[in-house]
T-cell receptor, first 114, second 113 residues
Framework: AQSVTQPDIHITVSEGASLELRCNYS??????LFWYVQSPGQGLQLLLK??????LVQGIKGFEAEFKRSQSSFNLRKPSVHWSDAAEYFC????????????FGKGTLLTVNP | SAVISQKPSRDICQRGTSLTIQCQVD?????MFWYRQQPGQSLTLIAT?????????ESGFVIDKFPISRPNLTFSTLTVSNMSPEDSSIYLC??????????FGSGTQLSVL
């Protein structure tokens, strides 16, 4: 069974500081990995995805994530956080092919201090 | 990217009643999904709804409680039946868009009193 662990429930950073949100997954084969962001009262917006190829993927809003198979990780990073990045971030995994079921982590709430 | 509209955006309902949530997509899609996000929790898949066939429910979810309709390739409804306070959640529909990306609607925030 596939699963996702986001070890950090809540992270606080100062505006302009760098950010790394951790994500570990469990999946028997090569996973499809995603990061979504959810702002208060909003749906989920896809930040980036990894299917194959280059293990460092670029997303929207200046985010990037690196797939490390040996560590079963897919951590999200941003070099300089903006106040508007305050939101909840979800890592998700699914299998390939026609298996579109997403398994989500519990999320990491990001607070940005001025 | 697919544009997904959900109605209602929020509702407050009485115990024992039912609520039908609508999901409209701006393009034809084969597969649609319904997720539930309980307060402070992550998202859990309720069911997969393909046009022209019965919805496929995940473990812990049953058709009598969450009947789903999928009359065409751009529309689906999820009904939450005989509601109890435990059904208070955000319900989101999702579709597979271009390049196998999954897009989500803005959700329906349901509170059951």
């Amino acid at each position: 069974a596939q699963s996702v662990t986001q070890p950090d429930i809540h992270i606080t950073v100062s505006e302009g500081a760098s950010l790394e949100l951790r994500c570990n997954y469990s999946y028997g084969a090569t996973p499809y990995l995603f990061w979504y962001v959810q702002s208060p009262g909003q749906g989920l917006q896809l930040l980036l995805k990894y299917f194959s190829g280059d293990t460092l993927v670029q997303g929207i809003k200046g985010f990037e994530a690196e797939f490390k198979r040996s560590q079963s990780s897919f951590n999200l990073r941003k070099p300089s956080v903006h106040w508007s990045d305050a939101a909840e971030y979800f890592c998700a995994v699914r299998g390939g092919g026609s298996n579109y079921k997403l398994t989500f982590g519990k999320g990491t709430l990001l607070t940005v201090n001025p | 990217s697919a544009v997904i509209s959900q109605k209602p955006s929020r509702d407050i309902c009485q115990r024992g009643t039912s609520l039908t949530i609508q999901c409209q997509v701006d393009s034809q899609v084969t597969m649609m999904f319904w997720y539930r996000q309980q307060p402070g929790q992550s998202l859990t898949l309720i069911a997969t709804a393909n046009q022209g066939s019965e919805a496929t429910y995940e473990s812990g979810f049953v058709i009598d409680k969450f009947p789903i309709s999928r009359p065409n390739l751009t529309f689906s409804t999820l009904t939450v039946s005989n509601m109890s306070p435990e059904d208070s959640s955000i319900y989101l529909c999702s579709v597979v868009g271009d390049n196998e990306k999954l897009f989500f609607g803005s959700g329906t925030q349901l509170s059951v009193l």
